[in-house]
């Protein structure tokens, strides 16, 4: 592995969410000292990935290609006039964990964010508006990240929702101010769910 490949690995491993360039280089540096255990595993898990993990063509959760829509999606115990719109599928996961949720959920793909050149059309905001609209949604709790770009989000959906009739609200306290859903404990965060307030 050349010198230039090894830093081309170190960019594109640098880019994972919670990834920083140096421990980035780490686990370049350790994947070319082991390449034909670790990479090859590696190689052979993402294929795998890649060849059988899917977005749900519904609400945006992670799905198996042959499950779609997902689980979620499918559930007839779950309350189908109830969405929880969050910004990336690991955080259906973290609500999942608190039990205190009972809904449906749309995964946005992302947020607003000027500074990376992401507007509403770059997350699946006309899927959430066509889903309130043919599900017959009367309430969409929104479960974004705290911060600014998250605010923002949050601030678009609920000015969309609203001049629809649609109840919005969001997490009532627990999870603090410039973090995300799934970084909140199961308790702090059910509990957040459950005390929800209009947004």
Not at 32 to 56: G, I, K, N, T, W
Not at 190 to 196: F, K, P, V, Y
């Amino acid at each position: 592995m050349s010198l230039e490949a090894l830093e081309k690995l170190t960019e594109a491993l640098s880019r994972l969410p919670g990834i920083g360039r140096r421990s980035a280089g780490r686990m370049a540096v350790k994947l070319a000292a082991e390449p034909d255990r670790m990479a090859a595993a590696l190689v052979s898990a993402l294929d795998q990935v890649r060849r059988e993990v899917r977005f749900c063509g519904t609400c945006g959760a992670l799905t198996s290609v042959d499950r779609d829509p997902c689980v979620y999606c499918t559930d007839a115990g779950r309350d189908h006039t109830l969405l929880c719109v969050v910004e990336d599928p690991a955080d259906i996961d973290a609500i999942e964990e608190t039990g205190a949720f009972a809904g449906r959920y749309h995964v946005l793909l992302g947020r607003i964010s000027p500074l990376r050149g992401e507007g509403p059309n770059d997350i699946r905001l006309r899927a959430l508006i066509k889903r309130v609209r043919e599900e017959g949604v009367r309430e969409v709790v929104l479960a974004l990240n705290t911060d600014l770009e998250g605010e923002a989000t949050a601030g678009l959906v609920r000015a969309l929702l609203r001049e629809r009739g649609v109840r919005v609200t969001h997490p009532a306290y627990g999870i603090p101010a410039g973090s995300g859903v799934r970084f909140a404990d199961a308790v702090t965060l059910g509990r957040a769910l459950e005390g929800r307030r209009e947004a």
